[in-house]
């Protein structure tokens, strides 16, 4: 079966720029995250989505950054005024109703962002 | 602030030996332990998790020792195979509605032949 699907997989990009990446979830999965992955960290969570609504966005760095899920299946994280450091590897995750899910979280392959 | 340590950053095995990597948290209210297993350039995928009510959880070549009053964990890959060469990352999170994991830095496992 399709997993997620995260459009573009590469992204080059000049230092103020506007971005949107694309996050394309498990059909049926109503809880999707987004992630950052820094060269040789560990993914540090962003935002949590439980249906449309953004349930969690404590990680978002800055006001530059933004997502959305407007009818709670496909989401788009936007970017403003990119910075050479907004430059890793963005992670989408779903997973399927809290109550009834074991945990486990499915990635996509990311996008790599690189800004110049 | 790093809530979840992760060590070693990197490790070589040769195949058919014992792969463990180890890792500390500080959060007492984290009650959910996986472990991702990462292939360049493809997302985390789920290899086992385990949640403090149990002290080792066992699947196949892969073992999760909890040791909950020190607040470590580890992964234990036996008869490790050049297949099992990847990134590992541990991760943690707390009770309730969303997986909002923290992971560990990593460790880049190789698998000599």
């Known amino acids: 079966g399709a997993g997620v699907s995260q459009t573009p997989s590469n992204k080059v990009t000049e230092k103020g720029k506007y971005v949107e990446l694309r996050c394309d979830p498990i059909?049926?999965?109503?809880?999707l995250y987004w992630y950052r992955q820094s060269l040789g960290q560990g993914p540090e969570f962003l935002i949590y989505f439980q249906g449309t609504g953004a349930a969690d966005d404590s990680g978002l760095p800055n006001d530059r950054f933004f997502a959305v899920r407007p009818e709670g299946s496909v989401s788009t994280l936007k970017i403003q005024r990119t910075e050479r450091g907004d430059s890793a590897v963005y992670l989408c995750?779903?997973?399927?109703?809290?109550?009834?899910?074991?945990?486990?979280?499915?990635f996509g392959e990311g996008s790599r962002l690189t800004v110049l | 602030q790093q809530q979840v340590k992760q060590s070693p950053q990197s490790l070589i095995v040769q195949k058919g030996g014992i792969s463990i990597i180890n890792c500390a948290y500080e959060n007492t209210a984290f009650d959910y332990f996986p472990w991702y297993q990462q292939f360049p350039g493809k997302g985390p995928a789920l290899l086992i998790a385990i949640r403090p009510d149990v002290s080792e959880k066992k699947e196949g070549r892969f073992t999760i020792s909890f040791n909950k009053s020190a607040k470590q964990f580890s992964l234990h890959i036996m008869d490790s195979q050049p297949g099992d060469s990847a990134t590992y990352f541990c991760?943690?999170?707390?009770?309730?509605?969303?997986?909002?994991?923290?992971f560990g830095q990593g460790t880049r496992l190789t698998i000599n032949p």
């Open positions: 995750a779903s997973s399927p109703r809290t109550s009834k899910n074991t945990g486990e979280l499915f």
């Open positions: 059909s049926g999965h109503t809880a």
């Open positions: 991760a943690a999170s707390k009770r309730g509605g969303a997986q909002k994991l923290v």
